[in-house]
Nanobody
Framework: VQLQASGGGLVQAGGSLRLSCAAS????????MGWFRQAPGKERDVVAA????????YYADSVKGRFTISRDNAKNTVYLQMNSLEPDDTAIYTC???????????????????WGQGTLVTVSS
């Protein structure tokens, strides 16, 4: 599967952005999906994850209550709605697909086999 992330940009603190990740192919609904981010000088960390049906989600503590992950299997797309953005949210955001999790959520980098190219989110103070 190929993944194409979009929606990043420059936003002021307190603002919102919506990231999208479009997947190729007809098997999107078989994949658990995740959003990861990597800030300069830091490791890549999971931000949010969703199981293949969309019925279960996971959020990193740092984004709980501010970010929402969702998916539309008919459109082969997963979204990340980001509200109340903070300067610490500045990073390259990447979507990823896990074909092996079954109906579960995948929260570890090593769970994911397919990665998009990333989209830059910059939050100014």
């Amino acid at each position: 599967v190929q993944l194409q992330a979009s929606g990043g940009g420059l936003v002021q603190a307190g603002g919102s952005l919506r990231l999208s990740c479009a997947a190729s192919g007809r098997t999107f609904s078989r994949y658990a999906m995740g959003w990861f981010r990597q800030a300069p000088g830091k490791e890549r960390d999971v931000v949010a994850a969703i199981n293949r049906s969309g019925g279960s989600t996971y959020y990193a503590d740092s984004v709980k209550g501010r970010f929402t992950i969702s998916r539309d299997n008919a459109k082969n797309t997963v979204y990340l709605q980001m509200n109340s953005l903070e300067p610490d949210d500045t990073a390259i955001y990447t979507c990823a697909a896990d074909p092996r999790s079954g109906g579960n959520i995948a929260t570890q980098t090593y769970d994911y086999d397919y990665w998009g190219q990333g989209t830059l989110v910059t939050v100014s103070s």
